[in-house]
Structures are given as C-alpha cells and as structure tokens.
C-alpha cells in the first residue's frame, strides 16, 4: 500500500511539473533575430510562417525550417512564475532539402543547440543563446496563422461531364495562396502544368492529409508534372508566387492546366481481407528504418492492400511527425509521396527502398503481399 501511494505522489507531482511548464502545448512563429554583433544588427524573417516551433506535451519540439523540418528533444525548468527560465535543446534532427537563400533554415537549426533560457514578455517568446550569441523573437503561431490564413483561397478543380482534364485561368496577388483541391486514387495519374506572366509563380503538389510539406515542388520540374499517385484522397494544387514577389506585392495571370487519368486501384474489401479495427488498414507492423537526420532505427510500417499480386499502399511513420507512403504495383514500389528520388532493392525478407540513397526503409513482403 504504501509503494502504491509513493508511485501516486510520483505521477501526480510529474503532472503537476508538466502543467507548470508554460511552453508545453504552445508554438509560434519566428519573426526575428537579434544579433548582439552592432554590425550585424537584427535579421526580419521575411514570411514567419516558414520557421515555427511547437512544444509537444512529450517532450519533443517540431519545427519547420523554411522548406525543412526538424524535430529533437527539449527540457524546461521555469523560474518564478513560470515567465522565464532556463531551456535546451536535443539533438535536433531536420530534412536536408535545398532551401532557396538566405538559407536561414541552417541557421535556425545550428542555433537551436546553443539556447540556454526563453523570456515570456508581452505576448512573444524570446529564446537567448549562449555566450551573447543573439536572441530569438517568436510570436503565437494562432494569432499569426488566422492573419496568414485570410490570404489563403481554396477552390475545387472540376471536370466537365466525361472530361478527364480542366483548365484553369487565374490570377494571384502578393502573398496570396490559391489551394485547388481534387479528389482522386493511387494508381492513378496526374498531370499538372502551370503557365504564369510572372516568372516567379509556382506551384507545389500536396497529398492527401498534409497542410504544407508537398510531394511536388514545381520550381524543380519546370512547373510540369506527369506521375502516378501513391494513396487515395484529396490532392491540392497550391499555386503561388516566390517570397520575393509576393513581398513586392506583385501579381501573375496564369493557366492552370490538370488531368487525372487511369483507374483508380481500389482497396480490397474488408470482407476479403480483414483491416485493423477503426482505421482503413489492413495490417500493421514495426520494421527496421533509418530516416535521414534522425536516430529512428523502427517504424511503423501499415498498408492497404489493393490485391494479392503484391499491389498495395505502405505508409511508414516514426517520431510522431514524419510519414512516407509508397505505392507497390505487382511487387514493385513505383511512386512515394515526397520530392526525393526513390531506389530500391528486392531480398529474401522483401524489399530494402531508399530515399536520396542516404535513408532507407525495410518493407517485408508479407506485409505487401498478404499471409
């Protein structure tokens, strides 16, 4: 009885220390960077949305650092009323994606380890580094979210009686985001080509499920893209204009041209193959990974079965954030949701698939194939 009531006082006083932490459950937007070097003065982040910070109630923090995301492990100890503090930083994992200049994504990431302790004041965050290294200015991520997202338009793409394509003529202003969404099916495929007045208007592919990290970048392709779809769901064409330009207040007509073609490969039933109670799987299980910038060596590794020919949907997950999901054609892995260049290699056990050829994942076949 009297371990039972020890072990109690310990889970209660460990609540009670997590609910005193004034950073757990918050995230906020980067707006500044104050150097303590006079020639180098304060840095203005030109789109905060780009860079945020979330603190988890698990002691992890997310971040997205302009095209980048990261994510590590962080330890507050407040003082007072909880208004500052003492604060570091983990490890902090990232994506090694190319972000365009001035690389303030490396910048964020570097930094991030020589925090020392955060300043509460007037509605903003403030985070020291070392050493007079420099302070970080952050502002709620909510409050800045509902102004960004007044700009932000969302349009269904829809075909015309027995058409399989559309063409769209628009126009987008400044920091303006125009997000056309439509539904379609793995296996399918897409075609996507954007012509604008503006050099610097883009677009960027999403898939199902994802606010902001595309699996089509369209700067890369020459604003064109012909592929298969991995997963069932809503895609958005998000159509912008680069940072620059938007700052500028400029604008861009542009034609919009989408086409979705092919038969969608449909799940199996679950009346033929059974799937986890309350979820669209048909099984689950945990495989050896290893993510690029992370120290993950298991993920969870689920898939909807398309047929018993080795066709099927793996979606990999690990660290709470991060996700992959891969599209199997008769044994063979064909198209993923993300930018990077997908390889892979056939073994006994099943298939090892790589990314960029510096991070790979374990499928086993009978996670594809059923049995």
């Not at 503006?198 to 994802?210: D, E, K, T, V, W």
């Given at each position: 009885?009297?371990?039972?009531?020890?072990?109690?006082?310990?889970?209660?006083?460990?609540?009670?220390?997590?609910?005193?932490?004034?950073?757990?459950?918050?995230?906020?937007?980067?707006?500044?960077?104050?150097?303590?070097?006079?020639?180098?003065?304060?840095?203005?982040?030109?789109?905060?949305?780009?860079?945020?910070?979330?603190?988890?109630?698990?002691?992890?923090?997310?971040?997205?650092?302009?095209?980048?995301?990261?994510?590590?492990?962080?330890?507050?100890?407040?003082?007072?009323?909880?208004?500052s503090g003492s604060l570091s930083f983990g490890p902090v994992a990232t994506t090694r994606a190319m972000c365009p200049p001035p690389h303030?994504?490396?910048?964020?990431?570097?930094?991030?380890?020589?925090?020392?302790?955060?300043?509460?004041?007037?509605?903003?965050?403030?985070?020291?580094?070392?050493?007079?290294?420099?302070?970080?200015?952050?502002?709620?991520?909510?409050?800045?979210?509902a102004a960004a997202d007044t700009e932000r338009v969302v349009k269904p793409v829809q075909f015309g009686k027995g058409k399989s394509s559309a063409v769209?003529?628009?126009?987008?202003?400044?920091?303006?985001?125009?997000?056309?969404?439509?539904?379609?099916?793995?296996?399918?495929?897409?075609?996507?080509?954007?012509?604008?007045?503006?050099?610097?208007?883009?677009?960027?592919?999403?898939?199902?499920?994802?606010?902001?990290?595309?699996?089509?970048?369209?700067?890369?392709?020459?604003?064109?893209?012909?592929?298969?779809?991995?997963?069932?769901?809503?895609?958005?064409?998000?159509?912008?204009?680069?940072?620059?330009?938007?700052?500028?207040?400029?604008?861009?007509?542009?034609?919009?041209?989408?086409?979705?073609?092919?038969?969608?490969?449909?799940?199996?039933?679950?009346?033929?193959?059974?799937?986890?109670?309350?979820?669209?799987?048909?099984?689950?299980?945990?495989?050896?990974?290893?993510?690029?910038?992370?120290?993950?060596?298991?993920?969870?590794?689920?898939?909807?079965?398309?047929?018993?020919?080795?066709?099927?949907?793996?979606?990999?997950?690990?660290?709470?954030?991060?996700?992959?999901?891969?599209?199997?054609?008769?044994?063979?892995?064909?198209?993923?949701?993300?930018?990077?260049?997908?390889?892979?290699?056939?073994?006994?056990?099943?298939?090892?698939?790589?990314?960029?050829?510096?991070?790979?994942?374990?499928?086993?076949?009978?996670?594809?194939?059923?049995?």
């Open positions: 009885m009297e371990l039972f009531f020890a072990l109690a006082a310990f889970l209660v006083a460990g609540i009670a220390q997590a609910d005193a932490n004034p950073l757990v459950g918050t995230s906020w937007q980067l707006h500044a960077i104050q150097s303590m070097d006079d020639a180098q003065g304060t840095t203005k982040v030109a789109d905060p949305s780009h860079f945020t910070l979330e603190f988890g109630r698990d002691g992890r923090a997310a971040l997205r650092l302009d095209c980048n995301r990261g994510s590590g492990d962080y330890r507050v100890v407040p003082a007072g009323d909880g208004s303030l994504d490396q910048r964020v990431a570097r930094d991030l380890a020589h925090v020392r302790s955060y300043l509460l004041k007037d509605g903003r965050l403030y985070l020291s580094l070392m050493a007079d290294g420099g302070i970080y200015e952050w502002a709620p991520q909510q409050a800045a979210a769209i003529r628009d126009r987008v202003v400044g920091r303006q985001i125009i997000d056309y969404q439509l539904r379609a099916g793995a296996g399918q495929r897409m075609t996507v080509s954007l012509k604008g007045s503006n050099g610097a208007n883009y677009f960027n592919l999403l898939p199902p499920g994802s606010a902001d990290v595309a699996m089509v970048r369209g700067e890369l392709l020459a604003n064109q893209f012909d592929g298969l779809l991995p997963d069932d769901g809503i895609y958005t064409i998000r159509v912008f204009l680069y940072r620059a330009a938007a700052r500028r207040g400029e604008q861009s007509d542009f034609t919009l041209s989408v086409g979705v073609t092919g038969t969608p490969l449909k799940p199996v039933s679950a009346r033929t193959d059974a799937v986890l109670p309350g979820t669209r799987y048909h099984a689950s299980t945990t495989v050896s990974c290893e993510p690029a910038y992370t120290g993950t060596r298991e993920c969870e590794a689920l898939v909807i079965r398309r047929g018993f020919d080795g066709t099927a949907t793996v979606e990999l997950r690990w660290d709470g954030t991060w996700k992959r999901r891969i599209l199997f054609v008769k044994g063979e892995p064909k198209v993923a949701d993300v930018p990077e260049a997908m390889t892979f290699t056939r073994n006994e056990r099943g298939w090892q698939v790589t990314f960029d050829g510096d991070e790979y994942f374990e499928i086993p076949e009978p996670l594809v194939f059923g049995g």
